[in-house]
């Protein structure tokens, strides 16, 4: 990025707060972030300061109650699904979320609303059609400071 001229900056996001001014951004995301971090709840309050009014928060994550785990739970296999296969050591996820529980930690951040999609095909469209947004391998969530989204 610094080669093509972009501004750079690295930080630990388990250090809050940011280096950054209040409200100077109008589009922040967290792809694959908030199960890694300490504090989650910390991280979401810090997004919502750095956010402009109006400013959207784009959010995707595993998904702990996805169909797959429901059907291993419902048929006893014992499988350790807290971990998903081919991650390393299989330990990098300090948490799981489910959709309520992201609004939850959302609400808690002064976030009104959240707008779910369902990801992935072919079940991703279906549960989209369905409503059944937290059925989904990933929940992606679009979150509007100061709006309630519908």
Do not use: C
């Not at 630990?12 to 100077?24: C, H, R, T, W, Y």
């Not at 997004?47 to 959207?56: E, I, M």
């Not at 797959?68 to 499988?79: A, Q």
């Amino acid at each position: 990025s610094r080669k093509n001229g972009i501004k750079v900056k690295q930080w630990d996001l388990n250090q809050v707060p940011l280096p950054f001014e209040e409200a100077s951004f109008n589009v922040l995301t967290l792809i694959d972030v908030l199960e890694h971090v300490i504090d989650p709840l910390a991280l979401l309050k810090e997004a919502h300061r750095l956010l402009a009014p109006g400013g959207r928060l784009i959010i995707s994550l595993p998904n702990f109650a996805r169909i797959g785990n429901r059907l291993r739970m419902f048929i006893g296999d014992p499988r350790d699904i807290l971990h998903w296969e081919g991650y390393g050591d299989e330990i990098e996820h300090l948490h799981w979320f489910t959709l309520p529980k992201l609004r939850y930690f959302l609400k808690k951040a002064n976030f009104k609303k959240i707008s779910a999609q369902p990801v992935g095909l072919p079940f991703g469209f279906i549960f989209g059609l369905l409503r059944l947004y937290g059925l989904s391998k990933i929940l992606l969530v679009v979150v509007v400071k100061g709006e309630n989204v519908v």
